[in-house]
């Protein structure tokens, strides 16, 4: 049988139809050739053409992954919709991957390292994000519905049949703040539910090849006979060749054990603690709550040192859980318990009755009684919210300096952690032989000190394998100076206090019926959630002037390629400078996307920790910024602050509307797809509750189906002998990964084809680790042959998202458009393809017929062996 080569396309992040990676062009009367499932199934699957011949010496298979991300109008759009709100999550889990300095083999990071150090930050970053979402849900059933709803009025808003804690048993004392954490619990659950689901949904393994060549053998790293591929005998250049990189069940398990059981203890914390501080336990009292805080506590200090250790850090495909975990869980439901049991015993006398803490009945419907207008929120909730936000800025701050500058910019976030809280103990009196502190000087001054100090480390140089590329290279510089985790996580952070403080403001305004403003109802929001309604606003605003600064930009970008399209004489005919108007339009996209993108993401990073900063001061004021009573200039804020208060309540509808149209509409999709489709690319390392990775689908089954095709006897239909793994956007990195993953007698026999990819100016900079300069080469290292490095990339100067590597590949230039005007008979414009078309384009054509005939040239036959 004539050798035959196999080029199989993987498409990019808007899901391309299966017919149009293939190239099938409609016929008249819809007779012409259809693509057709030849493996997998309709969620991933491998398609080819109705008219491939078994003769034929070129083969297009089209593999299509599109489904994993984005639905077919069907019950899971919903579903895969409502991820969007756990977008924060996958933030926050990228910048795990976004760190400096991993070693390749990960085997060999030790947790005093940079990468070591900032792998456990942004780990104890994840668990507290999932923290937030929990104080935000306790808010909602503790403090706002079993705390400050006390009547029939109000309870009656909630769904459900809530109105029995207006009644008897349950009016008194804490009685009712037990029922409360059913939300927070609840939510718990479902976050739970939801991402054991998903990941049984997505994640596999590769099968090894079930067809060997007789006299082939098997040499090192070749499949292992149980599926799991081995490690190659030699080593690592590139953490993307660990084998169970992309398998991680166990890892996930123990992770969502810890933030499932943490997560809990923050949601029984603030009654806990609540009722603590208004009523000291005595007697039977005290021997349930100091065991209950003994018991939890030991959770979360077993989950600090837990995140940093390698039985959780490491990736170790499908393990058991193992005796730790079932220790967290043990103490987790003990301490529930101990917690739920305190909250239904009879008040103590040793406390003010925390019934007389509580709004007066009857403010709902009329808030002229007294009391009505005065904040009687939970006691201590609102501290509780400042200072977890405060000690959140200050560990984002860590994280961006040690990925930065290594252990010694610890210093400074640390010292700052120190003082701040030093600080506050010298103002409240609590320490002894010291003078006492100014009267006037209050907690929330020595917030924005504080925080100024602990971001002294991420204005230290860089150093390591953060340093800037020597003089000459031409691969970019890494994004934001080496703080990509701090930034990439802060972006998480900023957006996951946005959905709480919206979630927030929307439950109250509905148990309110509207009628919340200035704290006229008796329900009121928490006061850091006020002062996040005002941040919010000028959060927009800041947007606003990005957008104004890219589109100026963007503009003079334009004014330069335009000017380098048109001659100097201006010869051109009308017709000829309007499509130079266009041409020049993308090519100003391109390089406003790869020249001046990151820095403007940084910018606004750099206005986001500003605005973080001074929330966490205004959250620590105990003012409130939208008071009834004031007049001149604080109107504007009160008026901003209001503002900011009604978006935040529609934010997370919004986003969730956005979420299903990501899925249903293509333009949408290709719009806001990149970032998405990046941010679930990675594997879940770092937050077990992010959505799933559909990279821990495919990834395994394009080895299982590469390897699998080349492994087929000589006499069988199937067989190829080379392949061209063709990779579009996303799926050139889907690519990456998985010729890295493939053992080196199989990449011998295929060539990778990238187009319109970005693992330069976007991937190598962000993640330096996997895709920097030191570790991309690794790829084109690996595809190393006889005729020289079977990579070839292709890009377009109008193509915002397609760029040069520059990594040892063959890169060519693809020309868009084909002409100004129309020629050959044609009566429209050539079209500009931009992003789209690359395989339609005569160098792309040129360049696989010379790869091809090359596979075809020098494969020997598989009995002659490949090893």
């Not at 503790?142 to 109000?154: R, T, Y």
């Not at 101990?338 to 015993?345: F, K, P, Q, R």
Request: glycine share 10%; hydrophobic share 45%; net charge neutral.
């Amino acid at each position: 049988m004539a050798a035959r080569v196999l080029e199989l396309r993987v498409h990019g992040v808007s899901n391309t139809p299966p017919d149009q990676v293939l190239g099938l062009a409609p016929q008249p009367g819809d007779d012409g050739p259809r693509p057709w499932l030849v493996a997998g199934d309709e969620v991933t699957g491998f398609y080819r053409s109705t008219d491939v011949g078994p003769d034929d010496a070129l083969v297009v298979e089209a593999y299509s992954w599109g489904q994993l991300t984005s639905g077919a109008r069907t019950a899971r759009d919903v579903e895969r919709a409502l991820w969007t709100l756990l977008l924060p999550f996958t933030l926050a889990n990228v910048a795990l991957h976004a760190r400096p300095g991993i070693p390749p083999d990960p085997d060999q990071e030790r947790w005093g390292s940079r990468s070591g150090i900032t792998a456990w930050l942004v780990r104890l970053f994840c668990l507290s994000l999932t923290g937030t979402l929990v104080l935000a849900a306790t808010g909602i059933g503790v403090d706002l519905i079993a705390w400050q709803c006390v009547d029939e009025e109000c309870l009656r808003r909630v769904p459900g049949t809530w109105e029995f804690l207006a009644h008897g048993w349950w009016r008194q004392g804490a009685h009712s703040l037990a029922v409360g954490l059913v939300i927070p619990l609840g939510l718990l659950m479902l976050l739970g539910l939801l991402a054991w689901r998903t990941y049984q949904y997505e994640a596999e393994m590769p099968a090894a090849p079930t067809t060997r060549p007789a006299a082939d053998p098997a040499p090192d790293g070749d499949p292992a006979p149980d599926g799991n591929p081995p490690k190659e005998t030699s080593a690592s250049a590139n953490p993307l060749q660990d084998p169970t990189f992309w398998c991680g069940e166990g890892q996930l398990r123990r992770a969502g054990v810890l933030h499932l059981c943490v997560g809990s203890v923050v949601a029984v914390a603030v009654p806990l603690g609540a009722v603590l501080a208004m009523d000291p336990p005595l007697g039977v009292r005290a021997a349930v709550a100091w065991p209950t805080v003994a018991l939890l506590g030991a959770v979360v200090l077993i989950a600090v040192v837990a995140l940093g250790r390698p039985w959780l850090s490491r990736r170790g495909g499908d393990t058991p859980l193992g005796p730790w975990s079932v220790a967290v869980i043990v103490l987790t439901c003990a301490g529930v318990t101990g917690t739920v049991l305190l909250l239904l015993l009879p008040d103590g006398p040793a406390g003010t009755p925390l019934a007389q803490l509580r709004p007066p009945a009857g403010c709902v419907r009329d808030p002229a009684p007294a009391g009505c207008l005065e904040d009687h929120s939970l006691p201590g909730y609102d501290w509780i919210i400042a200072w977890y936000g405060t000690g959140q800025v200050l560990l984002l701050a860590a994280i961006g300096a040690v990925a930065r500058s290594g252990r010694r910019a610890l210093g400074a976030p640390v010292a700052a952690a120190l003082l701040l809280p030093l600080g506050v103990a010298w103002i409240a009196g609590w320490l002894p032989a010291t003078p006492p502190a100014p009267e006037r000087l209050d907690d929330w001054m020595l917030t924005v000190p504080a925080i100024a100090l602990a971001g002294v480390g991420l204005l230290l140089p860089r150093t390591g394998p953060a340093a800037p590329p020597a003089p000459g290279q031409p691969h970019p510089d890494l994004a934001w100076g080496g703080r990509g985790p701090a930034v990439i996580a802060g972006f998480g952070w900023l957006l996951g206090i946005a959905y709480c403080s919206g979630v927030l403001y929307w439950v109250t305004d509905r148990l309110t019926d509207g009628d919340a403003a200035g704290g006229r109802t008796g329900v009121v929001p928490p006061l850091p959630v006020m002062w996040a309604g005002l941040a919010f606003a000028v959060a927009m605003l800041a947007l606003a002037g990005v957008a104004l600064r890219a589109g100026l930009l963007f503009h003079r970008l334009r004014r330069q390629e335009y000017a380098e399209l048109v001659p100097g004489d201006n010869s051109l005919s009308a017709h000829d400078r309007r499509r130079c108007r266009d041409v020049s339009a993308f090519r100003a996209l391109h390089r406003l996307v790869g020249e001046h993108a990151i820095r403007l993401i940084g910018w606004y990073a750099a206005v986001g920790a500003a605005l973080a900063t001074l929330g966490s001061a205004a959250a620590l004021s105990h003012v409130p910024p939208d008071a009834a009573t004031v007049t001149g200039w604080p109107m504007v804020v009160k008026a901003v602050a209001d503002a900011g208060d009604t978006l935040l309540g529609w934010l997370p509808v919004a986003i969730a509307a956005v979420g299903l149209m990501v899925y249903r509409n293509d333009t949408v999709r290709r719009s806001v797809g990149v970032i998405w489709d990046i941010g679930t690319f990675w594997p879940r390392a770092a937050h077990p509750l992010a959505p799933p990775s559909y990279a821990e689908r495919a990834v395994p089954e394009l080895q299982t189906r590469t390897a699998g095709l080349l492994a087929l006897g000589e006499h069988d239909l199937r067989r190829v002998d080379g392949i061209i793994l063709s990779g579009h956007s996303q799926g050139a990195v889907i690519c990456a990964a998985v010729l890295l993953q493939l053992p080196a007698r199989w990449r011998r026999r295929i060539w990778f084809f990238s187009y319109g990819c970005q693992l330069t100016q976007l991937y190598g900079r962000v993640f330096p680790a996997y895709f920097g300069p030191d570790r991309l080469p690794a790829l084109a290292d690996a595809l190393r042959g006889p005729s020289g490095t079977g990579w070839t990339n292709f890009w377009r100067d109008t193509d915002p998202l397609g760029w040069p590597v520059t990594a040892g590949e063959r890169d060519l230039p693809v020309h868009d458009p084909d002409a100004l005007h129309p020629t050959g008979g044609e009566v429209a414009d050539p079209p500009i393809r931009n992003h789209s078309g690359y395989p339609d384009a005569a160098e792309f054509r040129r360049e696989r017929a010379r790869v091809t005939w090359l596979l075809r040239r020098s494969v020997p036959a598989p009995r002659q062996g490949v090893g």
